[in-house]
């Protein structure tokens, strides 16, 4: 029956959907809903002026009680807060929120690997919204919202845009995109399983892209054209595709996942219904990224891509990555580390990681990461000398 209404409704969008239109909040932004932004094959709603963020501070200082402010006020006295120390923000994505405990733990494994300040920003007001395409427009304003602090740190407390690392997870990684775009020359943005869903084959205008900041690198682990969460495109500096990128070894079928994940629903303090994941595959890309830096004695290798690794990892689900793509003989710039070491390598293009089915997922490889030591150790004088690291 509802196959039969569907045509109506789009066809009464349709005047909405092909006119100029612009919406204006109160703080003075104004948001164009002509195409890319809105079309007939991406017909999303227009924005919410949406008010306010949340951010938790978390540094090495405070690394388990979170230093909580919102956008209203982001003085950070009292915080731990040192504008000589790089800075990360994390976001999450769709139903997602930083009160979920996988993402307190971004934090701790960043702060692992990199003395920081590492900021998780909250959005779930927005992301709790179950129909889909309001949080997608919703992104816009919200990058404002945290692009303005971001350039109160940088002009007002002297952080450098070269310390600064973005990184989100699925509809959290356009958001970093958008971010990125409005605050050019950040140095580092990482995309963990970007969204799929109204994001796919759009401009880089609306999604997340290389040349949103300094680097761009993209963690994909759920990039199928059909039922998949993530995207399947490639077009970033680096591209990791986690035992091909599609389907995830320890995960099974993402459709079973799916209504795994919905009937777990949970509620939060505010008694906000909050589904904890939408697909294991799609969401693996942070538990693989979060044991790479909490982990620092194995390294995630990659492997420059080619058609037989891809079809074999694909083919296989993702089993056949770890038995067909090895990395026993790596050299640069075949190989390349994925985690907060990826930068220090001058390497660009599509690679394959293979991963253990279960915990820990790091494939070790003692002497791959001794050869590749000298890639890093002459690699980073030469930065510094052109300037770009």
Known sequence: MCSLFLPLILLAHIPSLLNGEKICCPDGECYSMDPPWRS??????????????????????????????????????????????????????????????SHPSMASSYLVSVDANVFLVDYSDVASNLYYPQPVSDLRVLARIVARFVRYIVDKKGVSKDGIHLMGLS???HLVGYIGKEVPGIRRITGLD????????????????????????????????????????????????????MDQPSCGIDLIDLAVSHSQS????????????????????????????????????????????????????????KIFVPSRECEFPTCLPMGIHTIDYPASGVYIVPTNTKEPYCIKK?????????????NKPLKLLLGIF
């Open 40 to 101: 007939l094959i991406r017909p999303v709603p227009a924005p919410n002026c949406v008010e306010k963020v949340q951010y938790l501070l978390y540094t090495r200082s405070n690394p388990s009680t979170a230093f909580n402010f919102s956008s209203e006020n982001t003085s950070l006295e009292g915080s731990y807060f040192d504008a000589s120390k790089p800075t990360m923000f994390f976001f999450h994505g769709w139903r997602g929120s930083v009160i979920h405990s």
């Open 171 to 173: 509809l959290g990684a």
């Open 194 to 245: 970007p969204a799929g869903p109204l994001f796919k084959g759009e401009d880089c205008q609306v999604r997340l892209c290389k040349g949103d900041g300094q680097f761009v690198e993209s963690v994909q682990t759920n990039k199928k054209y059909v039922l998949g969460f993530g995207t399947p495109r490639e077009d970033y500096d680096v591209t990791f595709a986690m035992n091909g990128g």
């Open 266 to 321: 949970r509620s939060d303090n505010n008694s906000k219904a909050l589904v904890p994941s939408l697909s294991c595959s799609h969401e693996k890309s942070q538990v693989y990224y979060t044991e790479a830096l909490r982990v620092p004695n194995c390294t995630f290798w990659g492997i420059k891509e080619d058609i037989y690794k891809r079809l074999v990892s694909v083919l296989s689900l993702g089993h056949g990555a």
């Open 366 to 378: 003692p002497e791959t990461s001794e050869d590749m030591k000298e890639v890093t150790i002459w």
